[in-house]
């Protein structure tokens, strides 16, 4: 679908395994892989809003993390070009982090 896609540029976000990402770049050799680093406080909080069953306890979180160790999620967050530690969640703060994600994978942001 990615290759169907008008524009340079696409968005992938999820991956857990090195081998989602080594058959992507097989397609797309000249990938940028962003790693998004959100801290456990945060990601617990959206968790929580998000008030899916089964979903609303410190536990189900560091369950799924261990889960998504073993799976192979650090080895991809091992293979990046940028990291962004996004601070705040107004717009503000999305638009640092972006404008660093741009610069770095040298993308000519949009005009404004």
Known sequence: E???????VAIVE??????????LRKVFPNTTVIE?????????????????AGEDNAA?????DRAEVRRGV????????????PRGNDLEA????????LRVAKIQSPPR
């Open 2 to 8: 990615m290759a169907k896609a008008p524009g340079d």
């Open 14 to 23: 999820g991956f857990r395994t090195r081998a989602d990402l080594i058959e």
């Open 36 to 52: 998004v680093e959100v801290g456990t406080e945060r990601r617990y909080a959206r968790l929580l809003a998000r008030g899916r």
């Open 60 to 64: 189900y979180l560091r369950g799924r």
């Open 74 to 85: 650090r080895d991809v967050m091992r293979e990046a070009s940028v990291r962004i530690r």
């Open 94 to 101: 999305l638009d640092r982090s972006l404008t660093r994600v």
